[in-house]
């Protein structure tokens, strides 16, 4: 699985996309957006993700279950 | 933060729209931190007073920081920061408030490049402006790159410009030295409480290291940042002034507290402002009916402290991208588009000539009032009250009652006209003139002044003060502040020996709600 913004409530803060150990989190539109490539859910670096973590807006960077789980390669 | 101390507001999640998401990003005012401060201290105000002469150097052009300067010099603030790293219940980052978002006073999310541009072309067009703080949206030290690459980039062309930044003080202790590197000489720690257990009801959460923190925990961990970057400050010579927001039945009386607390550790200033707090602003606070305090709640608090250090009293809580004196707003000149087209010169000599002629303006203003207080020599009584002075700017009695978007408080005594606040009134005039309704908000906004001092008056309005136990006084138009308000309370008080009046004491006054942005 990744993560993904609810962009109806992003505010476009811009404090995600500084902690994203994966750089997965870009601007587009004024919005912000996570590429599903490249988040790891922070599995391997951080204990929780840490978009989620910093996001002033609750329940704004959720997990995206159209993905399959995120599988760390062993 | 705008309202308030640094910052401003973050939010409790719901829909909006994106339009609405986008203006509303750019828009989180901020504030507290960018008002400014004063020495205002004793009846001495305009002077250096009790500072050492050190500081006194470094403030005296700060609109912020001096009292006496702001009604001459300008700063501005350029929104580069939008990211925050703690959680404030009085922030909502999400919303602008419906009451403050009028068409054309938009905060603009700026580039380093582009705020460097902004403050060239507002730096050439109005030269009294001598200071550029960094305040938000959010919080400039959780976007160091951002908020150093701008200073980096105005200290390269315009080296008279000070720098200053306000921060919750978090990441503080990490950035001291690149903060001292820059040279920035003010900065400003929105420090609302030294104890976590009161911490707690005022920050849901803080993220620090990768990991967010709640309760006291988060409030523990945030104190002990901010007292420690407070020291290292102080250990460097940087100036640091403190900003403290009054929430009533949480912080209110601990602030004295707070005050010993910074004080001990070499803050050379510290203010306390209202909790602005509507629930259309969708704050925490906003929505659990959180008041703030009235005027003379505020007025006692900052009284107390004040035996302790030098408090301010003139900070406007502005907005984070305000351009202009304090109190007044240009920003929407300057917009993103017209600076990028515009060309800029900047010109040194021409902005030092120009700071040449405001200082003999001020000597001057200092000279009448203290001229005019050798008349109050011998007077014994122990009456004190308040007047509300209609102003412009250059401490002249120069604005029409009319157009006044706020008016300066001036406590009277015998010792003197002691500046100790303001009250925003940008609602009367676009409501038009003589209405009622915004009539009514001026006199609740200065209910506690025996008299209000302006330009110029209509007859209806003046009527109407009369009716509410205001005496409006126009005799003075265009002269000094000060020096007016020492022979109105010599007559005054003449007459009240005389018998001829009796004194009465006033209520209390209303502090008006939300960021000022009188743009209009
Ligand atoms: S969960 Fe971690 S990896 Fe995924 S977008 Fe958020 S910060 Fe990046
Ligand atoms: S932290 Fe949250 S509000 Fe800020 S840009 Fe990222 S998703 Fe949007
Ligand atoms: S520190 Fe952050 S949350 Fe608090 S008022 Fe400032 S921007 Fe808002």
Request: charged share 25%; aromatic share 6%.
């Given at each position: ?74 | ?301 900052q009284d107390s402290c004040e035996g302790e250090m030098n ?186 020996n005389s018998g001829e009046l009796q004194h009465i004491e ?15």
């Amino acid at each position: 699985m990744t993560l993904k913004i609810v962009a109806s409530q992003c505010t476009s803060c811009s404090a995600c996309e500084a902690e994203c150990p994966n750089v997965a989190i870009y601007e587009k539109g004024g919005t912000f957006i996570i590429n599903p490539k490249k988040c790891t859910e922070c599995i391997g670096h951080f204990d929780s993700p840490q978009c989620a973590a910093v996001c002033p807006v609750d329940d704004t960077c959720v997990i995206d279950t159209s993905y399959p789980r995120y599988q760390p390669r062993a | 933060m705008d309202a308030s101390t640094h910052h401003e507001q973050q939010s409790a999640g719901a829909n909006i729209n994106v339009e609405a998401v986008m203006q509303e990003v750019a828009e989180h005012k901020g504030c507290g931190t960018s008002g400014g401060s004063g020495k205002a201290s004793c009846g001495s105000a305009a002077g250096q007073g009790d500072l050492p002469t050190e500081i006194w150097e470094k403030v005296k052009n700060h609109p912020c920081y001096s009292e006496e300067a702001h009604h001459h010099y300008a700063r501005m603030h350029v929104a580069v920061a939008p990211a925050c790293n703690i959680q404030c219940n009085y922030c909502n980052r999400k919303y602008d408030c419906a009451n403050e978002s009028r068409p054309g006073v938009v905060s603009e999310k700026l580039t380093p490049e582009q705020a460097a541009k902004k403050v060239l072309a507002v730096a050439s067009t109005i030269p009294q402006m001598t200071v550029l703080g960094v305040a938000g949206p959010g919080d400039p030290l959780a976007n160091p790159e951002k908020t150093f690459k701008t200073f980096e980039l105005i200290a390269k062309t315009a080296p008279d410009i000070k720098l200053c930044l306000s921060t919750n003080g978090l990441a503080l202790p990490d950035h001291v030295d690149t903060i001292a590197a820059f040279n920035v000489d003010h900065v400003t720690i929105t420090i609302n409480m030294v104890d976590p257990e009161i911490g707690a009801k005022i920050y849901p959460w803080v993220f620090w290291k990768h990991k967010r923190y709640t309760g006291v925990e988060a409030a523990k961990l945030l104190t002990d940042r901010q007292l420690l970057g407070l020291e290292m400050l102080t250990e460097r010579g940087i100036l640091a002034k403190i900003n403290s927001v009054m929430i009533p039945g949480v912080n209110d009386k601990h602030l004295v507290e707070v005050n010993k607390a910074v004080k001990s550790r070499g803050a050379f200033l510290h203010n306390i402002m209202p909790l602005i707090s509507a629930p259309e602003h969708g704050t925490v606070f906003g929505l659990t009916g959180q008041r703030g305090p009235t005027a003379q709640e505020l007025k006692a608090l900052q009284d107390s402290c004040e035996g302790e250090m030098n408090m301010m009293r003139h900070c406007r809580q502005c907005r984070a991208d305000a351009v202009g004196l304090l109190g007044e707003d240009r920003s929407a000149e300057f917009t993103t588009d017209k600076i990028m087209a515009m060309e800029v010169d900047y010109d040194l000599d021409s902005r030092k000539a120009y700071q040449a002629k405001v200082e003999i303006e001020r000597v001057a203003k200092v000279a009448a009032k203290e001229e005019e207080l050798t008349t109050l020599a011998g007077e014994m009584s122990n009456i004190k009250l308040l007047i509300a002075v209609a102003t412009k700017g250059s401490g002249l009695i120069n604005e029409h009652f009319g157009h006044a978007k706020e008016f300066q408080v001036y406590e009277l005594s015998t010792s003197g006209a002691k500046f100790v606040g303001h009250r925003r009134v940008d609602l009367y005039c676009q409501g038009g003139y003589g209405e009622d309704e915004g009539l009514d908000t001026i006199i609740r906004a200065i209910n506690d002044c025996h008299a209000v001092f302006v330009a110029k008056i209509g007859g209806c309005p003046k009527a109407d003060l009369i009716k509410a136990g205001i005496e409006p006084v126009d005799q003075f138009a265009h002269e000094f502040i000060e020096k007016s308000a020492i022979a109105w309370f010599k007559t005054y008080l003449d007459k009240v020996n005389s018998g001829e009046l009796q004194h009465i004491e006033r209520g209390d006054a209303e502090i008006r709600q939300g960021a000022l942005i009188a743009a209009a």
